[in-house]
């Protein structure tokens, strides 16, 4: 790795760190290259403004969740399997995650959160698109599913699933301003509609997609609520 590389490494590390001990917007880029003892000329090469730094670490947590659940994937020759391993891996929603999601999250009710939302769910798909769209492929010519075009396929289920952890994103904000936990039933009805969606994308039964596991979505909402920055 170059030197340049390196640097720019070191500057989304200690960023993300203190982004998510310090909170996004009471951390300065003053701040972050003193911790680095660094100089501006130094950050500014690398990162234009703050928020382009945030959506430089929202790409590097898209491509380690992508590299995570390649790692965790089953040894299986069932390629529906490995689509739903993989579609499950795409949503950013995991307990190791919990400091960068709440973050995260309180960004989002604002416009730069908003972008930044977006930049990450672009992320996401560059990083899962190639290996989702593979195994769409292996799954048809196996005639475990139907799919006359499966580079449109993918990108139609790679919205679906950015669709769904966006609105869960909402669903956790909205409960937080009203003081309340999420909705169990919303959150039932919209990975459900998810799962009924991809499935009749890809002409599958039922159950075949699972989407998420909604118990350990469920818990990781409550501690995002019991830990939410500020939270009285």
């Known amino acids: 790795m170059r030197k340049g590389d390196i640097r720019k490494q070191e500057i989304l590390k200690t960023a993300e760190m203190m982004f998510c001990r310090n909170g996004y917007e009471k951390t300065s880029i003053q701040d972050i290259i003193d911790a680095l003892h660094s100089s501006k000329g130094s950050f500014y090469h690398h990162f234009i403004s703050k928020e382009a730094l945030l ?10 969740n992508f590299e995570m659940t390649i790692k965790t994937a089953e040894q299986s020759t ?30 989002f009710r604002f416009h730069e959160g908003k972008t930044v939302r977006n930049y990450y769910s672009e992320a996401l798909s560059e990083q899962f698109r190639d290996s989702v769209r593979m195994q769409i492929e292996k799954a048809a010519e196996q005639e475990q599913l139907f799919c006359t075009d499966p580079e449109y396929t993918t990108d139609i289920i790679l919205s679906v699933v950015n669709r769904l952890w966006i609105s869960i994103c909402d ?6 301003d009203q003081g309340k936990e ?30 998420t596991d909604i118990a350990s979505l469920r818990d990781l909402c409550k501690l995002i609520h019991q830990h939410w920055p500020n939270r009285q």
């Open 55 to 64: 959506e430089g670490i929202c790409r590097k947590r898209a491509e380690q």
């Open 182 to 211: 999420t909705d169990l039933y919303e959150l039932l009805r919209l990975t459900d509609s998810c799962r009924t969606a991809v499935s009749r994308i890809l002409s599958l039964p039922y159950g075949a997609i699972s989407i």
């Open 78 to 107: 069932d390629a529906v399997m490995l689509l739903d391993h993989l579609i499950s891996g795409m949503i950013p929603f995991h307990d190791e995650k919990l400091s960068f999601l709440l973050m995260l999250l309180p960004l």
């Open 171 to 176: 669903m956790i904000i909205m409960a937080e």
